[in-house]
Nanobody, 122 residues
Framework: QVQLVESGGREVQPGGSLRLSCAASGSIVDINAMGWHRQAPGKQRDLVATIVRSGATNYTDSVKGRFTISIDTAKNTLYLQMDNLKPEDSAVYYC????????????????WGQGTQVTVAL
């Protein structure tokens, strides 16, 4: 099971930028899909962005045009570039490797990091 560790969260002013990183303990070269989620206080955890092996990406509507998900398999790291941040983007951000088929077979593990706090405020 891959272990995930997020970093890069901090407080930033509206309109600012951050890049979150998610370092995997094992190789992610066989992983077909990874994603970023976020959870604000008192709210459910929501999907923010996903990326698949082909490089195709998908974003929730509220972050389209502002956030970019990418992956560096050589570094075993997933990234989330966040630009033009808004106060409503404040949340704990988590990276995730969901259960999925890989070239090595079925991966049943739903792996999550511990999260990194992003606060957007004046």
């Amino acid at each position: 099971q891959v272990q995930l560790v997020e970093s890069g969260g901090r407080e930033v002013q509206p309109g600012g930028s951050l890049r979150l990183s998610c370092a995997a303990s094992g190789s992610i070269v066989d992983i077909n899909a990874m994603g970023w989620h976020r959870q604000a206080p008192g709210k459910q955890r929501d999907l923010v962005a996903t990326i698949v092996r082909s490089g195709a990406t998908n974003y929730t509507d509220s972050v389209k045009g502002r956030f970019t998900i990418s992956i560096d398999t050589a570094k075993n790291t997933l990234y989330l570039q966040m630009d033009n941040l808004k106060p409503e983007d404040s949340a704990v951000y988590y990276c995730n490797v969901p259960p999925q088929w890989t070239v090595r077979g079925w991966n049943p593990h739903d792996s999550w990091g511990q999260g990194t706090q992003v606060t957007v405020a004046l």
